[in-house]
T-cell receptor
Framework: EADIYQTPRYLVIGTGKKITLECSQT?????MYWYQQDPGMELHLIHY???????EKGDLSSESTVSRIRTEHFPLTLESARPSHTSQYLC???????????FGSGTRLTVV | QKEVEQDPGPLSVPEGAIVSLNCTYS??????FMWYRQYSRKGPELLMY????GNKEDGRFTAQVDKSSKYISLFIRDSQPSDSATYLC??????????FGEGTQLTVNP
């Protein structure tokens, strides 16, 4: 049973639309992350948060924004989607253990 | 230069073969090492983790770390079609974020 949930799993939207990708975890983890991954390509960190009201940009520049109002919730928003935003977006969280992150199943976004 | 370099794929092997997946790294501060497995259209899942140099075995999987050479490997014995996935190495220092390799796509043919 998944402990980190992403919705929607698949999304096709038109250019210029505002979208929010949802990510929730039930493990009480303080740290949460958003990664972007194109098919067959490496993971790119775009945002991360180490706790409520704390967010930082990752290694890959992104036009998206994030918020962390509750520990369990870390949504990602695109104000105006463009075809270049077409990708898979993966959310992850981690706790005190140094051994890795727990990933959600991802949202596959297609902007037409 | 990337901190973590992973052998490029894709890799295609027959069922039953021994598979070797490899990563090198440049940051000697990395202390903890992990392998993730990612099936198509899914998020990565933690497969194995280790801290020290040496081997760690879990069923058909063996993770090997050589800190002196800054080299880690994942061996899969008696590979199965269900092992077909992308494998990502990852490593971390205390207090930092995970650094991932680029991933190696493995296909095990029946």
């Amino acid at each position: 049973e998944a402990d980190i949930y992403q919705t929607p799993r698949y999304l096709v939207i038109g250019t210029g639309k505002k979208i929010t990708l949802e990510c929730s975890q039930t493990m009480g983890h303080d740290k949460m992350y958003w990664y972007q991954q194109d098919p067959g390509m490496e993971l790119h960190l775009i945002h991360y948060s180490y706790g409520v009201n704390s967010t930082e940009k990752g290694d890959l520049s992104s036009e998206s924004t994030v918020s962390r109002i509750r520990t369990e919730h870390f949504p990602l928003t695109l104000e105006s989607a463009r075809p270049s935003h077409t990708s898979q977006y993966l959310c992850a969280s981690s706790g005190d253990s140094l051994y890795g992150y727990t990933f959600g199943s991802g949202t596959r976004l297609t902007v037409v | 230069q990337k901190e973590v370099e992973q052998d490029p794929g894709p890799l295609s092997v027959p069922e039953g073969a021994i598979v070797s997946l490899n990563c090198t790294y440049s940051n000697s501060a990395f202390q903890y090492f992990m392998w993730y497995r990612q099936y198509s259209r899914k998020g990565p899942e933690l497969l194995m983790y280790t801290y020290s140099s040496g081997n760690k075995e879990d069923g058909r999987f063996t993770a090997q770390v050589d800190k002196s050479s800054k080299y880690i490997s994942l061996f899969i014995r008696d590979s199965q079609p269900s092992d077909s996935a992308t494998y990502l190495c990852a490593m971390i220092t205390s207090g930092s974020r995970l650094t991932f390799g680029e991933g190696t796509q493995l296909t095990v043919n029946p």
